[in-house]
């Protein structure tokens, strides 16, 4: 399908055997390498280990979320509103102000990129597909939206098994209302949507900033709690208290929009990921050799 060479430039880090530090401090990480287990650890650990347990059955095909809204990946819905063209990307999931780069090599693909640009669209949606415990193939109804900056051509370079190499930017949310074609692999045939757009600044005046913006109030407070509970029990991986005033909770896309905060989270999650699985490993190893020494 695609290769994603996405480039984390919302979080340009400075990495040390100790300190991940965020450039912008927005927000900084510590990593303190800890042998002694804690309580914190302890709890992060657990937390953690289900959490890929919810990802090893998502990354399996099935959704526990029950609050991610799908709808079936069949031809049906609304017919009227803005044919869109539609890329699935399985698990992945950009956000407003990303700048992802795929690399496109299938037919479809290839076949879907040459109308963006012939049309001058160059825009699509990319929704999260999941698998019912049934085997029905689902897709999230609200996608993010990816506009084409750049098209490269490698077919050359690359004895055609890539054929474009493009930068996007993620411009916004779409709403999908129904599905006009689904995609075949092996042919040029690409999935075709109906959506609405969803989240605009439109939406934003008709709700008003004053409405808005009071409901991240609680967050800045959860989020403050947990950043005091990491530093309390002296986790190994842990936001700075600096990084509480500046949270990111505004409206739009910009870097102090709450876009932000998740890319943040999202980051966090992959540290303390990358954590566990190097615990798991090295937990492996010590059992692989203690077996090796009775035997």
């Given at each position: 399908m695609t290769h994603d060479t996405t480039h984390d430039t919302?979080?340009?880090?400075?990495?040390?055997?100790?300190?991940?530090?965020?450039?912008?401090?927005?927000?900084?990480?510590?990593?303190?390498?800890?042998?002694?287990?804690?309580?914190?650890?302890v709890k992060s650990r657990l937390f953690i280990l289900l959490l890929f347990f919810n990802c090893f059955l998502l990354s399996s095909?099935?959704?526990?979320?029950?609050?991610?809204?799908?709808?079936?990946?069949?031809?049906?819905?609304?017919?009227?509103?803005?044919?869109?063209?539609?890329?699935?990307?399985?698990?992945?999931?950009?956000?407003?102000?990303?700048?992802?780069?795929?690399?496109?090599f299938e037919p479809r693909y290839r076949a879907m990129y040459n109308h963006i640009l012939l049309t001058g669209t160059r825009r699509f949606v990319v929704p999260r597909t999941f698998q019912s415990s049934s085997g029905r193939?689902?897709?999230?109804?609200?996608?993010?939206?990816?506009?084409?900056?750049?098209?490269?051509?490698?077919?050359?370079?690359?004895g055609d098994a890539v054929k474009y190499v493009c930068s996007h930017s993620c411009i916004g949310v779409a709403r999908i209302d129904g599905v006009t074609r689904l995609s075949s692999a092996g042919s040029d045939t690409w999935m075709e949507v109906v959506t609405a757009p969803f989240g605009s600044d439109d939406d934003v005046e008709r709700m008003g900033r004053s409405a808005i913006l009071p409901a991240t109030r609680g967050l800045r407070e959860a989020y403050a709690k947990l950043v005091d509970s990491q530093h309390e029990g002296d986790a190994d991986i842990r936001f700075t208290k600096d990084s509480v005033p500046t949270l990111a909770l505004d409206t739009g896309e910009g870097r102090e929009s709450i876009w932000?905060?998740?890319?943040?989270?999202?980051?966090?999650?992959?540290?303390?990921?990358?954590?566990?699985?190097?615990?798991?490993?090295?937990?492996?190893q010590v059992k692989i050799l203690e077996y090796l020494k009775e035997g």
């Open positions: 919302t979080h340009d880090t400075l990495i040390s055997r100790c300190v991940i530090r965020k450039s912008s401090e927005l927000s900084v990480l510590n990593i303190h390498n800890s042998l002694s287990t804690r309580w914190w650890g095909g099935y959704s526990i979320n029950s609050r991610i809204e799908t709808m079936p990946m069949e031809i049906g819905g609304s017919s009227e509103g803005q044919k869109t063209a539609c890329f699935p990307l399985g698990s992945t999931v950009y956000t407003p102000g990303e700048s992802p780069t795929l690399s496109i193939q689902l897709m999230s109804r609200y996608a993010p939206v990816l506009y084409l900056d750049d098209l490269k051509d490698v077919s050359g370079s690359t932000e905060t998740v890319r943040l989270w999202a980051r966090f999650r992959r540290q303390k990921g990358g954590q566990v699985e190097r615990d798991i490993q090295e937990g492996l």
